[in-house]
């Protein structure tokens, strides 16, 4: 949360020091950031594919520039980001840097033991975050590349932990039992108790 | 018919014990009347500090977060340990053939009747939301140790009601054909609950042989209601609590502050009714010797339960050991242990000791520190879980009762002798009918 | 979740974007999710992913959703867990500086006294020698809970999806599982709840735990009705130095609300273990050893929370 709101000021700070540098010093290097300040950044397209190749998971993203509704160039030295959606957050997979080659490609590999949802299915996520060259960009998708889910009925089944209705039999058996026993001894003295009237 | 002198001997006793008897049954006397102010004014006091707890919840007692159980559950404990008299005198000793326990099998059972009533009460004082109580009968959890203590404190008062009333059916018909004097009411009590007696041998036999099997089933279900009262100690991770030697500990002690119980009962009734006659200086010698087997018992389980712990010291176990042996709760420890275990075995060992009185005085040790003792079970391992109590306020690190608590103990109190004492002043306490017997009157002609 | 930064600048450029990446996403979406159904017509331009009930990913236009999620199930339904999760909760000790900020959010989402809290942040030490350290304990949601084995009434239970839940209607307030939790993790309502701020016309939940009644038990919850609405219990991000991680153990992934992280491999490498793991309760928070703290241990909270003095 912090990071983000830092990023979020970072652009307005950055203006302010720049025009107030500018005043005061006239360098090429402050001129080049002002330079970079003002201008826009590039548009980019990322393009997700997902593959198998010998029993390993591979997501494939092609990184291009993306002019007036075209698909440009490839984009390379850039890095791309890798997410697998969790149930809060989304876990970052592949390697620490995931850079495009010449080719604006990059190619990770998806961890063989991650869990999905009944079907496997995984929703990923490629990005490119905010940079000075490039702005961000997001894709997603929906890959069978999880673990098919395992649910768990252990709360329907008998033990000491369960609700009433799910008692362990032995336990079921022992207590209701006992009570049987006892009790149907304690009808048979209240019967008897009601033959004293008429007994002789 | 010709009766034989043995009968006619016999009838002559019959007549001496109804004058004996039936005079204890006066609602007259002025004591008896002063006694019942004593004990209506000790509950009225109660009922109020138990509004109290009803309207502002149990923050009106001391106990906190994490000493969540206090004297209600130790009272509780208490009290469900002296309602094993009745299994102990009506039952073991009838079935090992102790004659002399005749005349006390039913002020042992009567105590037991009283205790297990009142136990039943002050568990519902403890609960949060009594008002909820149904939810332990709609919704019962039969895996909870709790529910198998309803369980089984329900079967031992429905067994120990049928042991006090089936052996005093007979008794029931005498005061039904004889006490003539009593009012209105208490002839139809009488005539109801004597379901036409007439003693016949049809009718002895059926009461005889349920008496006796219900005798023997009792001894298990009595050995299971303090087990498992012990089990919602032990079934628990607390220091002290978590021992398996808890059920037999909680069985031996029950069964020797229920022969305490049984002592001071023995000394007020004979002294306030005048009944030297049955309840005799015998008698005292007899439950002297009794106190002194089952406190052995009970300081061998004793023994047993603070060795092991105090020879390992481990972790809050040995911290929960040392507060009791030389901490906070060591002055009333060793005063438990030494006037209420240990000074009984010394005084009644030798003969001169089991007088009626010195008895007396050992039995309200015993019994004052069974109390406390129960207090020392309960309140002591609550104050030392696994996890270091911080970041409270200093009140949830002690516990010293409020009145709102006290005085609701004192009414359970009360309310046990108030049961005690309204069922000995409508019935007869000594079992008229097997007395006669044992003079050698025949049953057919007890009437 | 922000996924993406926004310019401050064309709105055009954002709507192509936004535009491409859904029509990729239905693109690639179409070509290789085999088992998913397909998004239904009548499309409201958005899309939301949910998670059936056998636990299967499927996209639903937002038109599709009805009064699912968010509002905290009844009393009946709070018995079910949510499907096809099991919830929980790493606290990595050697980042725990005693901020108490988790008690403070946790006191304010559940109107909670002082006096009463569900997070308890202990000074801990193993052994004389060692160092202390901060413990922020809550209750563990232990696999096989004591608490609910003792429950006369079934007003404790525990859940499919690993949470232990106290119905409060239900409770009889015997604190049976107070005396049969070793953690000490439960407080009760001895007399009538003064909660700080007064909510008019709460509807009770088990899952919210709120409002208090007097008489009844309460714990941590690991908050259901902020899961149910896809967030993380106040307390996780409310530490600043990410002490505290919550998560699925089926999905595998853990976050403390900066980073999130494979759960199993963050046991793994920092010999993650549970606390009094030989009672056999099997709980479900773990904890990471306080080991190569980059900070001394300072007996002071470092922000002031109003509490009590510690003696």
């Given at each position: 949360?912090?990071?983000?709101?830092?990023?979020?000021?970072?652009?307005?700070?950055?203006?302010?020091?720049?025009?107030?540098?500018?005043?005061?010093?006239?360098?090429?290097?402050?001129?080049?950031?002002?330079?970079?300040?003002?201008?826009e950044?590039?548009?980019?397209?990322?393009?997700?594919?997902?593959?198998?190749?010998?029993?390993?998971?591979?997501?494939?993203?092609?990184?291009n520039?993306?002019?007036?509704?075209?698909?440009?160039?490839?984009?390379?030295?850039?890095?791309?980001?890798?997410?697998?959606?969790?149930?809060?957050s989304?876990?970052?997979?592949?390697?620490?840097f995931?850079t495009?080659?010449?080719?604006?490609?990059?190619?990770?590999?998806?961890?063989?033991?991650?869990?999905?949802?009944?079907?496997?299915?995984?929703?990923?996520?490629?990005?490119?975050?905010?940079d000075?060259?490039?702005e961000?960009?997001?894709?997603?998708?929906?890959?069978?590349?999880?673990?098919?889910?395992?649910?768990?009925?252990?709360?329907?089944?008998?033990?000491?932990?369960?609700?009433?209705?799910?008692?362990?039999?032995?336990?079921?058996?022992?207590?209701?039992?006992i009570?049987?026993?006892?009790?149907?001894?304690?009808?048979?003295?209240f019967?008897?108790?009601?033959?004293?009237?008429?007994?002789? | 018919?010709?009766?034989?002198?043995?009968?006619?001997?016999?009838e002559?006793?019959?007549?001496?014990?109804?004058?004996?008897?039936?005079?204890?049954?006066?609602?007259?006397?002025?004591?008896?009347?002063?006694?019942?102010?004593?004990?209506f004014?000790?509950i009225?006091?109660?009922?109020?500090?138990?509004?109290?707890?009803?309207?502002?919840?149990?923050?009106?007692?001391?106990?906190?977060?994490?000493?969540?159980?206090?004297?209600?559950?130790?009272n509780?404990?208490f009290?469900?340990?002296?309602?094993?008299?009745?299994s102990?005198?009506?039952s073991?000793?009838?079935?090992?053939?102790?004659?002399?326990?005749?005349p006390?099998?039913?002020?042992?059972?009567?105590?037991?009747?009283?205790?297990?009533i009142?136990?039943?009460?002050?568990?519902?004082?403890?609960?949060?939301?009594?008002?909820?109580f149904?939810?332990?009968?709609?919704?019962?959890?039969?895996?909870?140790?709790?529910?198998?203590?309803?369980i089984?404190?329900?079967t031992?008062?429905?067994?120990?009601?049928?042991?006090?009333?089936?052996?005093?059916?007979?008794?029931?018909?005498?005061?039904?054909?004889?006490?003539?004097?009593?009012?209105?009411w208490?002839?139809?009590?009488?005539?109801?609950?004597?379901?036409?007696?007439?003693?016949?041998?049809?009718?002895y036999n059926?009461?005889l042989?349920?008496?006796?099997?219900?005798?023997?089933?009792?001894?298990?279900?009595?050995?299971?209601?303090?087990?498992?009262?012990?089990?919602?100690?032990?079934?628990?991770?607390?220091?002290?609590?978590?021992?398996?030697?808890?059920?037999?500990?909680?069985v031996?002690?029950?069964?020797?502050?229920?022969?305490?119980?049984?002592?001071?009962?023995?000394?007020?009734i004979?002294?306030?009714?005048?009944?030297?006659?049955?309840?005799?200086?015998?008698?005292?010698?007899?439950?002297?010797?009794?106190?002194?087997?089952?406190?052995?018992?009970?300081?061998?389980?004793?023994?047993?339960?603070?060795?092991?712990?105090?020879?390992?010291m481990?972790g809050?176990e040995?911290?929960?050991i040392?507060?009791l042996?030389?901490?906070?709760?060591?002055?009333?420890?060793?005063?438990?242990?030494?006037?209420?275990?240990i000074?009984?075995?010394?005084?009644?060992?030798?003969?001169k000791?089991?007088?009626?009185f010195?008895?007396?005085?050992?039995?309200?040790?015993?019994?004052?520190?069974?109390?406390?003792?129960?207090f020392?079970?309960?309140?002591?391992?609550?104050?030392?879980?696994?996890?270091?109590?911080?970041?409270?306020?200093e009140?949830?690190?002690?516990?010293?009762?409020?009145?709102?608590?006290?005085?609701i103990?004192?009414a359970?109190?009360?309310?046990?002798?108030?049961?005690?004492?309204?069922?000995?002043k409508?019935?007869?306490?000594?079992?008229?009918?097997?007395?006669?017997?044992e003079?050698?009157?025949?049953?057919?002609?007890?009437? | 979740?922000?996924?993406?930064?926004?310019?401050?600048?064309?709105?055009?450029?954002?709507?192509?974007?936004?535009?491409?990446?859904?029509?990729?996403?239905?693109?690639?979406?179409?070509?290789?999710?085999?088992?998913?159904?397909?998004?239904?017509?009548?499309?409201?331009?958005?899309?939301?992913?949910?998670?059936?009930?056998?636990?299967?990913?499927?996209?639903?236009?937002?038109?599709?959703?009805h009064?699912?999620?968010?509002?905290?199930?009844?009393?009946q339904?709070?018995?079910?867990?949510?499907?096809?999760?099991?919830?929980?909760?790493?606290?990595?000790?050697?980042?725990?500086?005693?901020?108490?900020q988790?008690?403070?959010?946790?006191?304010?989402?559940h109107?909670?006294?002082?006096?009463r809290?569900?997070?308890?942040?202990?000074?801990?030490?193993?052994n004389p020698?060692s160092?202390?350290?901060?413990?922020p304990?809550?209750?563990?949601?232990?696999?096989?809970?004591p608490?609910?084995?003792?429950?006369?009434?079934g007003?404790?239970y525990?859940?499919?999806?690993?949470i232990?839940?106290?119905?409060?209607?239900r409770?009889?307030?015997?604190?049976?599982?107070?005396?049969?939790?070793?953690?000490?993790?439960?407080?009760?309502?001895?007399?009538?709840?003064?909660?700080?701020?007064?909510?008019?016309?709460?509807v009770?939940?088990?899952e919210?735990?709120?409002?208090s009644?007097?008489?009844?038990?309460?714990?941590?919850?690991?908050?259901?009705d902020s899961?149910?609405?896809?967030?993380?219990?106040?307390?996780?991000?409310?530490?600043?130095?990410?002490?505290?991680?919550?998560g699925?153990?089926i999905?595998?992934?853990?976050?403390?609300?900066?980073?999130t992280?494979?759960?199993?491999a963050?046991l793994?490498?920092?010999?993650?273990?549970?606390?009094?793991e030989?009672?056999?309760?099997?709980?479900?928070?773990?904890?990471?050893p306080?080991?190569?703290?980059?900070?001394?241990?300072e007996d002071?909270?470092?922000?002031e929370?109003?509490?009590?003095?510690?003696?």
């Amino acid at each position: 949360m912090n990071r983000l709101k830092n990023h979020l000021d970072g652009s307005s700070i950055k203006i302010g020091i720049g025009m107030i540098l500018l005043f005061i010093l006239v360098n090429f290097e402050l001129q080049a950031i002002a330079f970079i300040q003002d201008d826009e950044r590039i548009t980019s397209v990322i393009q997700l594919e997902f593959s198998v190749e010998d029993s390993l998971k591979y997501i494939t993203a092609q990184v291009n520039e993306y002019n007036l509704d075209s698909i440009g160039k490839p984009i390379g030295e850039l890095d791309i980001y890798f997410y697998v959606q969790r149930t809060f957050s989304q876990l970052p997979i592949g390697d620490y840097f995931n850079t495009t080659d010449e080719n604006g490609e990059v190619r990770i590999e998806f961890p063989h033991d991650l869990p999905g949802d009944s079907a496997g299915n995984v929703i990923i996520f490629a990005r490119i975050e905010e940079d000075d060259m490039f702005e961000g960009a997001e894709v997603s998708g929906i890959a069978s590349f999880g673990i098919p889910l395992y649910i768990d009925h252990r709360a329907n089944k008998r033990s000491l932990t369960a609700a009433s209705a799910n008692a362990p039999i032995s336990l079921l058996l022992l207590v209701n039992g006992i009570i049987l026993a006892v009790w149907g001894i304690i009808i048979y003295i209240f019967i008897e108790i009601f033959k004293i009237r008429r007994a002789e | 018919m010709d009766k034989s002198i043995h009968s006619q001997v016999g009838e002559g006793f019959l007549d001496e014990i109804k004058d004996d008897l039936f005079q204890t049954l006066s609602w007259k006397s002025p004591r008896f009347k002063l006694w019942l102010a004593a004990l209506f004014i000790i509950i009225l006091l109660g009922i109020f500090a138990y509004y109290r707890q009803v309207r502002f919840g149990l923050v009106v007692t001391a106990m906190r977060d994490y000493t969540s159980w206090g004297i209600y559950i130790s009272n509780f404990v208490f009290f469900v340990a002296v309602s094993l008299i009745g299994s102990l005198v009506s039952s073991i000793l009838k079935l090992s053939n102790a004659k002399w326990s005749t005349p006390l099998t039913r002020i042992s059972e009567i105590i037991a009747v009283a205790s297990i009533i009142c136990a039943a009460i002050i568990i519902i004082v403890d609960m949060g939301r009594p008002d909820r109580f149904f939810n332990v009968i709609l919704h019962g959890r039969i895996q909870s140790p709790i529910i198998w203590d309803v369980i089984v404190i329900f079967t031992y008062l429905i067994i120990s009601l049928l042991l006090l009333y089936l052996p005093l059916i007979p008794d029931i018909a005498l005061c039904r054909d004889h006490l003539t004097s009593a009012p209105g009411w208490r002839k139809k009590v009488y005539r109801i609950l004597a379901v036409g007696w007439k003693s016949k041998p049809g009718q002895y036999n059926i009461i005889l042989k349920s008496i006796r099997i219900l005798g023997i089933m009792i001894i298990p279900v009595a050995f299971a209601i303090h087990t498992i009262t012990s089990w919602l100690f032990a079934t628990t991770w607390r220091p002290g609590w978590d021992s398996t030697n808890l059920g037999p500990y909680f069985v031996s002690g029950a069964f020797m502050v229920g022969s305490g119980v049984i002592i001071v009962a023995m000394f007020f009734i004979r002294k306030s009714m005048g009944l030297e006659k049955y309840i005799t200086e015998k008698h005292f010698d007899h439950m002297g010797k009794l106190l002194v087997l089952l406190s052995l018992v009970y300081l061998y389980f004793n023994i047993n339960e603070y060795l092991g712990p105090a020879f390992k010291m481990v972790g809050v176990e040995g911290e929960h050991i040392t507060e009791l042996f030389t901490g906070k709760y060591a002055l009333m420890y060793w005063m438990v242990q030494i006037f209420g275990l240990i000074l009984p075995i010394l005084v009644l060992l030798p003969k001169k000791g089991r007088k009626p009185f010195p008895m007396l005085i050992v039995s309200f040790f015993v019994i004052l520190g069974a109390w406390f003792k129960r207090f020392l079970i309960v309140i002591p391992s609550l104050q030392h879980p696994y996890l270091p109590i911080q970041d409270v306020d200093e009140s949830y690190r002690r516990y010293f009762p409020t009145w709102e608590e006290w005085a609701i103990c004192a009414a359970s109190v009360a309310g046990v002798l108030l049961i005690i004492t309204l069922i000995m002043k409508l019935f007869p306490v000594i079992p008229m009918w097997e007395i006669a017997e044992e003079k050698g009157m025949r049953k057919e002609d007890i009437k | 979740m922000k996924s993406s930064r926004k310019s401050k600048k064309s709105d055009r450029r954002e709507f192509l974007r936004n535009g491409l990446a859904l029509g990729t996403t239905a693109l690639v979406g179409a070509g290789s999710a085999g088992g998913c159904s397909t998004p239904e017509t009548e499309s409201s331009g958005e899309k939301v992913k949910l998670l059936t009930t056998e636990g299967k990913l499927v996209e639903v236009d937002k038109n599709q959703l009805h009064h699912l999620s968010g509002d905290p199930a009844t009393r009946q339904d709070a018995r079910q867990g949510i499907p096809g999760k099991k919830f929980v909760m790493v606290v990595d000790l050697s980042k725990c500086k005693n901020a108490r900020q988790c008690k403070v959010a946790c006191d304010e989402h559940h109107n909670l006294t002082p006096d009463r809290p569900f997070i308890k942040v202990l000074k801990m030490q193993d052994n004389p020698k060692s160092a202390p350290y901060w413990m922020p304990k809550k209750c563990f949601q232990c696999d096989n809970p004591p608490c609910v084995k003792v429950c006369p009434v079934g007003a404790t239970y525990k859940r499919s999806d690993g949470i232990v839940l106290v119905d409060n209607v239900r409770c009889i307030g015997c604190r049976f599982c107070m005396a049969a939790c070793p953690y000490s993790s439960r407080v009760f309502n001895w007399g009538k709840p003064d909660p700080p701020v007064e909510k008019h016309g709460e509807v009770y939940s088990p899952e919210t735990s709120s409002p208090s009644t007097i008489g009844t038990v309460e714990k941590c919850d690991f908050c259901p009705d902020s899961i149910r609405n896809g967030e993380l219990p106040p307390c996780i991000p409310a530490c600043p130095n990410g002490a505290l991680y919550f998560g699925d153990e089926i999905d595998d992934a853990v976050t403390n609300g900066f980073e999130t992280v494979r759960f199993t491999a963050l046991l793994r490498e920092k010999a993650g273990y549970r606390y009094l793991e030989e009672l056999g309760t099997l709980p479900r928070v773990y904890y990471l050893p306080p080991s190569n703290r980059m900070f001394p241990f300072e007996d002071e909270p470092s922000i002031e929370s109003g509490l009590y003095k510690e003696e």
